[in-house]
C-alpha cells in the first residue's frame, strides 16, 4: 500500500520536474521560415540583456539582479547594484531595468544600468494620487517615492566597481509605474534614455521635469531633454544613421511609435488614439498638428518593450526595427521606409516579451516576463533536407 502511494506520489511530481527542464528548442512560423527557439537559462522578471564585445551577456533581473550569462551558465548576482523601489506585488514596474554596454567596451569595461531609485526619506501618510483619468487600475495604497535613475560602473571580471549615478529623473514621485528608462548609444556616442511620466500625466509637458520625456547624455554627460510629451516608452532603437524611434504604451488604445526628433513634443496627456482607462476620451493624434503624429499607433495595443534595429545577416531582416511584445506576446518586426511602416508582421511567441537583442552572430536573444520568465536565442531552424520516400 505504501509503495504504491509513493509510485502515485511520484507519477503526480513527474510532469513538473519534467516541465521546470529547458527541454528541447522549438520553433515558431515566420515569413523568414521557421526559427528555433532555445532557451539558455532561467530568471525571475528579467528585463534586459545585453551582449558584450567578449561574448558574455548581461542579464538584469526587475528584483534588483544583475548576472553574466556565459559559457552557458548564469552567474551569481554581481554584487554593487544600488537599492532598488521593487517590491513584489501586482504589475510593479520599478526595480533594476535597463543595462547597456559601453560602445567602447573593450578599451573601458564601462556598462550603464538603469533603475527605480526609491527617495531616501518618504512620508507614511503618502498614497497613490486618485487620478480619475486611470479608473480602477491604480494601487491607491502606495506610499513610495521613487524615480528612474541611470548609474554606470566598470565592469572588472564579474565586479561591479566605481558604481556611479549619472542621471536622475526629477522630480521623484509616488507611484509604481511608467518609468520607462530603456537605454540606447547613438553612433556620436550619446546615451538616449526613455523617461516615462511616472503615471503623472501633466508634467509630461513640463519643461521643467524630466517626466514624460526622450533623454540624451552626451559623452561630457550633460543631460538634455531631447523630446518632450511622451507617456511610457518601454523600448528605444536608434537607427545607423543616428535616428532614435521610441515605442511607447498608449493607455487605453494607443500604442505609438515614434520617430523622435530633437525639440518635438509628441503631445501627450493631450492627444492620443487612445482613451483614459475611466473610459473618457482623449483627442485623437490628428486633432492638434502642433504635436508630432506617431508613425503608427495600434489599437488593441501590443504593449512594447525593448526594441533593436536588425543589421546582422542570419534574418533577412536588415534595417527592419523587430520589438518585443508584453499582452500581445509576440515579436513585432517593422519593415520602415523613411517615416512609413511599409509592412508589419507579428511573430507569434505565446510568452510575454520584454526585450529583444541582436547578438554578435545575428541571433536575436530575448528575455520573457515572468516570475518563471526565460532567455531565449532565435535562429533560423536548421535546414532539414528529407526526402519523402515514395
Ligand atoms: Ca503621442
Known amino acids: 500500500m505504501l509503495s504504491l502511494l509513493r509510485t502515485a506520489a511520484l507519477a503526480a511530481v513527474l510532469p513538473s520536474l519534467l516541465l521546470a527542464q529547458s527541454g528541447p528548442p522549438t520553433t515558431v512560423t515566420t515569413s523568414a521560415g521557421q526559427i528555433r527557439v532555445e532557451k539558455l537559462a532561467s530568471l525571475e522578471f528579467p528585463w534586459a540583456v545585453a551582449p558584450l564585445p567578449d561574448g558574455r551577456l548581461l542579464i538584469t533581473e526587475k528584483p534588483g539582479r544583475l548576472r553574466i550569462f ?5 552567474s551569481e548576482p554581481l554584487a554593487g547594484i544600488p537599492k532598488t523601489s521593487y517590491r513584489e506585488r501586482k504589475q510593479e514596474q520599478g526595480g533594476l531595468l535597463d543595462v547597456i554596454a559601453d560602445p ?13 531609485e526609491p527617495a531616501a526619506q518618504q512620508s507614511p501618510d503618502q498614497k497613490e494620487t486618485d487620478d480619475k483619468r486611470f479608473g480602477g487600475f491604480l494601487d491607491l495604497t502606495d506610499n513610495m517615492l521613487s524615480g528612474g535613475a541611470v548609474a554606470r560602473a566598470t565592469l572588472d571580471g564579474n565586479t561591479l566597481k566605481d558604481v556611479q549615478v549619472i542621471w536622475r529623473q526629477d522630480p521623484k514621485t509616488i507611484g509604481r509605474g511608467h518609468f520607462g528608462n530603456r537605454m540606447a548609444f547613438a553612433p556620436d556616442g550619446a546615451l538616449f534614455v526613455t523617461s516615462g511620466e511616472r503615471m503623472r500625466f501633466d508634467p ?4 521643467k521635469s524630466t517626466l514624460g520625456k526622450v533623454m540624451r547624455i552626451g559623452s561630457d554627460g550633460k543631460a538634455e531633454i531631447y523630446s518632450s510629451g511622451h507617456r511610457n516608452m518601454l523600448a528605444i532603437a536608434i ?6 524611434w521610441v515605442l511607447e504604451m498608449g493607455p487605453l488604445g494607443g500604442d505609438e511609435l515614434n520617430m523622435v526628433e530633437r525639440g518635438g513634443n509628441y503631445g501627450w496627456p493631450i492627444v492620443s488614439d487612445g482613451d483614459n482607462y475611466d ?4 483627442p485623437d493624434d490628428k486633432t492638434r498638428p502642433e504635436f508630432k503624429a506617431p508613425i503608427k499607433t495600434w489599437t488593441p495595443v501590443i504593449s512594447p518593450s525593448g526594441a533593436l534595429f536588425y543589421d546582422g545577416s542570419l534574418f533577412p531582416w536588415k534595417g527592419d526595427l523587430i520589438a518585443g511584445g508584453l499582452s500581445s506576446q509576440a515579436i513585432i518586426r517593422l519593415t520602415i521606409d523613411g517615416k512609413t511602416v511599409k509592412n508589419e508582421e507579428r511573430i507569434n511567441m505565446g510568452r510575454r516579451m520584454r526585450d529583444v537583442v541582436q547578438a554578435s552572430d545575428g541571433a536575436i536573444l530575448a528575455v520573457t516576463d515572468d516570475k518563471a520568465g526565460e532567455l531565449l536565442r532565435l535562429a533560423p531552424a536548421e535546414v532539414k533536407k528529407v526526402q519523402e520516400v515514395q
Open 70 to 74: 556565459a559559457n552557458g551558465k548564469l
Open 104 to 116: 567602447n567596451f573593450a578599451q573601458n569595461h564601462r556598462i550603464y544600468f538603469s533603475f527605480s
Open 204 to 207: 509630461a509637458q513640463d519643461q
Open 239 to 244: 537607427q545607423p544613421s543616428g535616428q532614435p
Open 279 to 282: 473610459k473618457s476620451p482623449i
